[in-house]
C-alpha cells in the first residue's frame, strides 16, 4: 500500500527541527554513566539538559541495523527490516481486564494471564505475542517479570520480550529469555523480541531509564525505542509539533544507544496520543491514532528503521459498536503506510483496559484490513477475459476453474465472525452478536487450543530465576 | 474604580497575563484597595472561567491560563494586604499532594492542583518520586485535611497502599481524608488499598474532595 501523508519537504523539515530542538533546547538526561557517555562524545551541559551537537546525531543515524525477530519457535521468522507486510502484536501490561460473563472490570490473575497468552497464539492474524496482563495475585516484586515468564512458555511465536523500567528489570528480562533459547549468544543470534523502553514526555531520561538503555543496548538484543507523548499535556498539541518531539525523543535515545553498541538493532516505536482537552484523560478516542502511525511509518522509513506504532485501539470500554469503528480507522492508516508493527489487539480504552472477546475480534478485524494489504494483483490472468468469453459462451462462473483457483488463493475474504446471513437465518440461528460469537470461540480456544508445552525443567528453571529476581529486589 | 476591576475579570477570564499584570500594577499605583483588586476583579474573572469550564465552552488550557494569571496578580498583591487575613487563613482546605516513589509523572497531578488552586485550596505540591515518609510528614506538618497521592504506572500504584499504611502506623489516618489519582486505577483499587476516594480525572476529583469534607460538590 501507499499512503504517503507526509510530503518529501515535510520530512525534511522534520528532521532538521528534530536536530534544532536537540542541539539547542536539548533533553534532560540523568544518570552518571549515560551523562560521561554523551559528554564524552561531545555533548554539552546547559540548562541541566544535555544538547546534542548535529553531527553526533547525523552520525549516530548511519548505517542502521536490520531487525529479524523468531519465534519460540525458531521456525518462525519475522523480517521487520523490509517486512513484506505489516505485523500485528497484542497490547501490553494491562492489570485490569473487562470480565466476559460479569461485563464488569477485574484486576488479572496468573490464570487470565495464560488464558491470553493462548488465545494470542491461537489466532492466525495475531503475529508476535506482548506479555499482556499483569498479575495482581504474584507478590508486587515480581509482577512485571511474571508477565514475560509466562508469556515465554505459553506461545511458540515471537515474544515480545519486556518493558524495561531499571537496571534490575532489564537483566531479569533478559536472563528469562535466554532460559528459553537455552543461553544469550543464541538469544542474541535469534532474538524473540525486542527490549521495550519508554523515556518520560518531553524529552526527559531518568535514570533507571538510561540505565535500562545501556544494559539493554550492550546485550545487543533488539531494542523498541517507546516515548509516549501526550499532545496538548506532553508535547505540543499540533500533530507535526508532537510527531517532531517524540523524533527527538527518539533520536536521543538512538544517539545513547548507538554510542553504547553500534550493533544493537533498533525499532522506532511511537505512541503518540491526544488528550481530552476537558479531563486531562488520555482514553484512546482519536481518529489522529491512526493518522499518526501513518507519519510515523513515513518517519522511520526515512531513517531507514522499522517501524511500531498504535493500531486497533478505541476510547470505549466494551467490545461495541464505538469500538468497532475507532479501531478499524486507527489500524488502516498505518496499514496503508506500511508500518511494520501495528499494536492494540485486545486492548480498550486507549490502553487502559483488556478484553479476550476484543482480542478475538480484532483478530478479524486484521483479517479484513490485510485482506488487501498488497493490493489488486492486475494482469491477464487475474483479469480473465477468456473467462467472461466462456461464460457469455453460455457456461456460469461458479463452474469456472478461474474462479475455484482463485477463491484458493484467497480472492474473496472469508472470515470466521461476523454475520453475513439473512435476517431469517440469523435470528433462527440464535440471533448472536459478533461479541457473543467471539465468546463462544474464546471458550473453545481457552479448553482446546494445546498450543506450546514447555519443558518442565525450563518452567523450572524460568521460576528459578523469579525466585532470583525477587530476593535481590527484596535485599 | 469599577472599571478597572471589570478590566482585570475580562484579563483573567481571557488568560491573559501580562494585561492582567499591567492592570493591578495600575490598580495599586493609582490607590485601589488590593482586596478589591483581588475580590471584585480576579475572583469575579476566575468564577466566570469555572462556569465556562462547567457549560462545557472553556478547555484546560483555558483554565490553566486564567489559573497562571491570576496566580501571579495575587503573588504581586500579597504584599500590599493588610495583615487582617490570618484568622480566615484556618478555614482554608489544605492539600498535600504528590507522585510516589518510584513514579516521575507530572502532568496529572498538576492539573488536579491547577482545578484545586481555582476551587481556592491551599495546595502543598512534594512533586514527584515522594517516599512514603515525606508524604507522612507533610500532612503532619501542614495538618493537612486533604492528601491526594498520585502514579501513573501499574508498577508504582502499590506505592499509594505504603503511604496510607504508613498513616495509619502514626495514627493519623483519620485525620486526613485520602484521595487517590492516575490511569491505571480505579474505584476497586481505591478501596483495596484504603483510600476514601479515587477519582479518574481532575473534575471529578475535586467533587468528590469537596463532598468527602462535607461541601457542596
Known sequence: ?475 | MSEITGDLAKAVLEGKKDETMRLVRKGIDSGVDPLDLITRGLTVGLDKVGEKFEEGEYYLPDMMLAAEAMGEAIDFLEPHLKADKETKKDKVVKVVIGTVKGDLHSIGKDIVIMMMKAAGMEIHDLGVDVPSEKFVLAVKENNADILGISALMTTTIQEQKKVIDLLADEGIRDRVKVIVGGAPLSEEWALKVGADAYAADAIVGIKKMKALLGQEG
Not at chain 1, 477485574?106 to 488464558?115: G, I, K, M, Q, T
Not at chain 1, 482514553?283 to 531507514?304: N, R
Request: proline share 5%.
Open chain 1, 1 to 475: 500500500m501507499n499512503f504517503k501523508p507526509l510530503k518529501t519537504e515535510d520530512l525534511q523539515l522534520m528532521h532538521d527541527m528534530t536536530l534544532k530542538i536537540l542541539s539547542e533546547t536539548g533533553a534532560i538526561v540523568e544518570g552518571e554513566e549515560a551523562r560521561d557517555i554523551l559528554l564524552t562524545a561531545g555533548c554539552s551541559k546547559e540548562n541541566g539538559r544535555l544538547l546534542f551537537p548535529v553531527k553526533l546525531v547525523e552520525d549516530s543515524l548511519g548505517d542502521p541495523v536490520s531487525v529479524t525477530l523468531y519465534g519460540v519457535d525458531e521456525n518462525i521468522v519475522l523480517p521487520l527490516t523490509d517486512a513484506p507486510r505489516s505485523y500485528t502484536h497484542n497490547f501490553g501490561s494491562v492489570s485490569v481486564l473487562l470480565d466476559p460473563e460479569s461485563d464488569r472490570v477485574r484486576e488479572a490473575s496468573v490464570n487470565d494471564l495464560v488464558d491470553f497468552i493462548k488465545i494470542s497464539d491461537s489466532l492466525s492474524h495475531l503475529d508476535m505475542v506482548v506479555p499482556s496482563l499483569r498479575p495482581t495475585d504474584l507478590p508486587e516484586e515480581i509482577a512485571s517479570l511474571a508477565m514475560p515468564a509466562y508469556t515465554l512458555q505459553y506461545t511458540s511465536k515471537p515474544v515480545d520480550i519486556g518493558t524495561a523500567s531499571d537496571v534490575w528489570e532489564t537483566r531479569y528480562i533478559i536472563k528469562l529469555a535466554a532460559a528459553i533459547r537455552g543461553g544469550l549468544d543464541k538469544l542474541v543470534e535469534k532474538p524473540m523480541g525486542t527490549l521495550s523502553i519508554s523515556p518520560l514526555s518531553p524529552l526527559n531520561f531518568p535514570a533507571d531509564i538510561t540505565g535500562a538503555i545501556i544494559e539493554s543496548a550492550r546485550s545487543g538484543l533488539p531494542v523498541t525505542m517507546l516515548p509516549c507523548p501526550t499532545r496538548g499535556l506532553t508535547a505540543p498539541i499540533t500533530l507535526a509539533g508532537g510527531l517532531v518531539q517524540q523524533n527527538a525523543e527518539q533520536l536521543a535515545f538512538l544517539t545513547l544507544v548507538r554510542l553504547v553498541n553500534r550493533k544493537t538493532p533498533l525499532v522506532y516505536t511511537c505512541r503518540l496520543a491526544a488528550a481530552n482537552m476537558r479531563t486531562g484523560f488520555v482514553g484512546g478516542k482519536d481518529p489522529d491514532q491512526g493518522y499518526a502511525g501513518a507519519c510515523v511509518a513515513q518517519l522511520a522509513s526515512y531513517y531507514g528503521l522499522p517501524s511500531a506504532v498504535y493500531g486497533l485501539d478505541s476510547g470505549s470500554v466494551i467490545p461495541d459498536i464505538q469500538s468497532g469503528y475507532e479501531r478499524a480507522m486507527n489500524a488502516l492508516y498505518p496499514m496503508m503506510a506500511g508500518a511494520t508493527l501495528v499494536s492494540g489487539m485486545g486492548l480498550l480504552n486507549g490502553g487502559l483496559l483488556a478484553s479476550a472477546e476484543q482480542l478475538i475480534i480484532d483478530d478479524e478485524i486484521y483479517s479484513m484490513l490485510a485482506h488487501r494489504q498488497h493490493g489488486v494483483e492486475v494482469n491477464r490472468d487475474t483479469i480473465g477475459a477468456e473467462v467472461v468469453r466462456s461464460v457469455m459462451d453460455g457456461g456460469n462462473y461458479l463452474a469456472q476453474e478461474h474462479t475455484r483457483d482463485y477463491l484458493r488463493k484467497g480472492e474473496i475474504h472469508n472470515g470466521k465472525l461476523g454475520n453475513d446471513a439473512p435476517y431469517e437465518e440469523w435470528f433462527a440461528a440464535g440471533g448472536r452478536s459478533v461479541r457473543e460469537e467471539a465468546r463462544d470461540r474464546m471458550q473453545v480456544i481457552i479448553n482446546q487450543h494445546q498450543g506450546k508445552v514447555v519443558d518442565e525443567s525450563v518452567s523450572k528453571e524460568l521460576h528459578s530465576i523469579l525466585e532470583e529476581a525477587k530476593a535481590e529486589k527484596t535485599r
